[in-house]
């Protein structure tokens, strides 16, 4: 008897568990400065966030930059899956911010952006890249 209530506590437990480990929390906004202002930037104005000699930006759907504090590393952990991708070593790009994909030779797939920008998918990431475009 108190084995049984033991398993059902146990089994109560593990599913609370994995509840919480799927309602993971993402960072929805970045505190920037320009100069000597503050700002906050939500994730949704986001186009996408790029590096560059080892700076990271964030680039806005307002053609607004910022310098953050984040590598595209810690990026890729805070940042939601369902709406970021990083698609090479350079870029994490919004899903709302694609106009346009052209497919090249070889596994390549080149990105247009919103404001225009290109971007070629790294040959690695291309079929993670296309499962995450049909989420």
């Keep these: ?8 506590i146990e089994q109560d437990f593990s599913g609370i568990l994995r509840n919480i480990n799927q309602h993971k929390f993402y960072k929805e906004r970045f505190l ?12 949704e104005q986001i186009e996408y966030f ?9 680039h806005t759907f307002l053609n607004k930059e910022y ?4 590598s595209l ?3 890729t952990k805070i940042l939601d899956p369902q709406k970021f991708f990083r698609i090479n070593r350079q ?14 030779s070889n596994r390549r797939i080149k990105v247009i952006l919103k404001d225009k920008k290109e971007i070629i998918v790294a040959r690695e990431r291309t079929g993670d890249f296309m499962i995450w475009l049909e989420k």
Excluded: H, P, Q, W
């Design 1 to 8: 008897y108190k084995n049984f209530n033991l398993k059902i």
């Design 67 to 70: 310098i953050i504090d984040e």
């Design 91 to 104: 870029y994490i790009i919004n899903k709302n911010a694609i106009t346009e994909m052209i497919k090249l």
């Design 32 to 43: 920037v400065k320009k100069g000597v202002y503050l700002r906050v930037v939500n994730a």
């Design 50 to 58: 790029y590096s560059e000699n080892k700076i990271s930006f964030l």
């Design 73 to 75: 590393e810690k990026l």
